[in-house]
């Protein structure tokens, strides 16, 4: 099983300020076929299911701000939220969505606004 | 617009029976791949099913395979769930989940709870 790794686990930041979630997985997510890594970004707020707002490792889903942006390729990958709103408040995951099942998750960083 | 509608989920004893429904619309049902994923009450995302667009192949978690069964009727625009020999760690929201690439739509969730 591809094993996903997120850190960190939790964090508080102020309105503005600018958010790094870092992922790492245990095999390289890269398939050279298609040249193209295959890690998801998710964001799930309170009480809602999870949203989709990055595939491909950096491709944003129809709608998501510009402000989340996706990097990374091999087996480290970045979620960064650029100017941090209060509508942001939510949990995030990665996953891998490589041909490889099980499909796996990292285990979620939640984001607190000051 | 896309839709995901979720059912059947409830309080049940341990090593009873229960299945899930999920109700897809506003786009071609048979043409995609579908997943069941589970969240457990204030833990994080797990795969648990994968049915190929024409039920071709089907793919289980560990934690699930043997136990639950995953079918669909593309007639019916329809995913369904069953679970046996259900557990107490089997509670959680199961949302149904459409592919790719990502997991771009997923439904509201319906809840099971396994507990005497």
């Known amino acids: 099983d591809i094993v996903m790794t997120q850190s960190p686990s939790s964090l508080a930041v102020s309105a503005g300020e600018t958010v790094t979630i870092n992922c790492k997985s245990s095999q390289s997510l890269f398939w050279s076929g298609s040249q193209m890594n295959y890690l998801a970004w998710y964001q799930q707020k309170p009480g809602q299911s999870p949203k989709l707002l990055i595939y491909?490792?950096?491709t944003r889903q129809s709608g998501v701000p510009d402000r989340f942006i996706g990097s990374g390729s091999g087996t480290d990958f970045t979620l960064t939220i650029s100017g941090v709103q209060a509508e942001d408040l939510a949990v995030y995951y990665c996953q891998h969505h490589y041909d490889s099942l099980p499909l796996t998750f990292g285990s979620g960083t939640k984001l607190e606004i000051k | 617009e896309v839709q995901l509608v979720e059912s059947g989920g409830g309080l049940v004893q341990p090593g009873s029976s229960l299945k899930l429904s999920c109700v897809a619309s506003?786009?071609?049902?048979?043409?995609?791949?579908m997943h069941w994923i589970r969240q457990a009450p204030k833990k994080g995302l797990e795969w648990i099913a994968l049915?190929?667009?024409?039920?071709?192949?089907?793919y289980y978690a560990d934690s699930v395979k043997g136990r639950f069964t995953i079918s669909r009727d593309n007639s019916k625009n329809t995913l369904y769930l069953e679970m046996n020999s259900l557990r107490s760690e089997d509670t959680a929201m199961y949302y149904c989940a459409r592919n790719y690439p990502g997991i771009p739509y997923w439904g509201q969730g319906t809840l099971v709870t396994v507990s005497s």
């Open positions: 491909y490792a950096s």
């Open positions: 049915i190929y667009y024409d039920s071709s192949n089907k």
């Open positions: 506003g786009f071609t049902f048979s043409s995609y791949n």
